[in-house]
């Protein structure tokens, strides 16, 4: 049979000290109210200093343009000298994420937390500069403690900062007879996928694994042993463009300025609205790629999320052979696979987010293919056997 771990006396404890610590400290524990003009000041500048460090960009997509932080529902919350401000800034779906700023006298230090509840056992937490840069990443276990898999780069707000409201942390069990796998054991397969509704989609598929058990002296656990993450993959030119085939093809003194404009806005009409006449099925391949390129990686960062999970499950060696073992944890392999693919599309959703912005490395695979057509059909032009009108946008000067 398989045994979970009974935490509810120990959840109840520390809902009961929680509690108490709560009213303890309930001096220092403040909700902003339109009443207290302090602290509505205090959120006034925590705002005007959000303001100033946020980095101009072109992406309405980009991670600090997509957080709407709304001062109106921050909370206040003082320790010792320093005050923590808390916002709301970003809610789609399972993701929400929120400004956390210190106050310290005059000196301000803040983050984006972002939150994504993967199932209702695991919440990923990512930690990142106010820009979107990560900083560090963790998950908050079914015990409602918060550990910590990964750190790109020293918190700026310190140690201290942690997700608030979760009560003290306490390390997890350690990890007992996980089996170090074959980096070779982990790979990703293409798995076709959808027409997108745009030029191009790359996502996440399913997940397959193989795993057996070993004792830790007490119980039988499992272990992975290969992973195999499918993926999906499509690209094609939106209906009502054509692909640009250049001179000795469809380029002419007619269309090639407007080919050479479709070429450099990377097939996006400058108005926002629908797609471009002219543009080139590889450039779109080439900004897919990129992103498949980011799959294999994003899975192996999984791991440590998988092994912990896996950690959960444990049988009895008592009345259990080996091989009963792994029946029984083969049942639970369809729960233990949905939770894996779950935190893959979300890894690779954070890896990924940066790359929305107008100049970071898919667009730039973009203008590798486009730009040579671009300089050929200019060069083109000004042949003297040609002498083709000049265009008016100055992408061929």
């Known amino acids: 049979m398989l045994k979970i771990k009974n935490y509810a006396s120990w959840a109840k404890a520390l809902a009961l000290f929680t509690m108490l610590l709560s009213a303890a400290c309930q001096k220092h524990d403040y909700a902003l109210q339109s009443s207290e003009t302090v602290f509505t000041k205090d959120v006034a500048s925590v705002a005007q200093w959000y303001n100033s460090q946020l980095i101009p960009s072109t992406a309405d997509t980009g991670f600090a343009s997509l957080n709407k932080p709304d001062w109106s529902k921050t909370t206040v919350k003082q320790v010792s000298d320093t005050r923590t401000f808390t916002t709301p800034a970003y809610t789609n779906g399972t993701v929400r994420r929120e400004v956390v700023i210190n106050l310290t006298g005059e000196v301000y230090a803040g983050v984006v937390k972002q939150y994504n509840k993967t199932d209702k056992y695991f ?66 397969k293409d798995a076709g996928g959808p027409v997108p509704e745009g030029y191009g989609v790359t996502s996440t598929g399913p997940i397959d694994f193989t795993m057996d ?27 009502g463009t054509t692909e640009v085939t250049g001179p000795g093809g469809n380029t002419n003194s007619s269309n090639y300025c407007q080919q ?12 926002g609205i629908g797609a471009t006449t002219w543009y080139m099925l590889s450039a779109i391949i080439a900004h897919e790629n990129f992103h498949i390129g980011r799959l294999l990686p994003s899975l192996k960062e999984c791991i440590p999320f998988f092994k912990s ?4 499950y444990s049988v009895p060696l008592t009345g259990n052979s080996q091989a009963s073992a792994l029946a029984t944890f083969t049942s639970y392999k369809p729960l233990m696979k949905a939770a894996m693919e779950r935190y893959w599309n979300i890894q690779q ?49």
């Open 349 to 397: 959703a954070n890896d990924s987010m940066a790359d929305e912005d107008w100049n970071a490395g898919p667009r730039q695979a973009e203008r590798a293919v486009v730009f040579p057509m671009i300089t050929t059909i200019c060069s083109f032009s000004k042949a003297p056997a040609q002498n083709w009108p000049v265009c008016p946008s100055g992408v061929c000067p």
């Open 260 to 271: 050479m404009d479709d070429l450099n806005n990377l097939g996006s009409n400058p108005s």
């Open 123 to 188: 919440t990923v937490v990512r930690t990142y500069s106010i820009n979107g840069k990560p900083i560090e990443e963790g998950y908050i276990n079914a015990t409602n403690n918060y550990h910590v898999t990964k750190t790109w780069q020293k918190n700026p707000m310190g140690s201290t900062l942690r997700v608030m409201g979760i009560g003290d942390e306490s390390p997890e069990p350690p990890l007992q007879c996980w089996i170090v796998m074959d980096p070779s054991a982990i790979i990703i």
């Open 309 to 312: 999970m896996m950690n959960t």
């Open 213 to 239: 058990v070993c004792s830790d002296g007490t119980n039988w656990k499992p272990y992975i042993t290969s992973i195999t993450g499918h993926y999906y993959s499509t690209s094609r030119l939106m209906p």
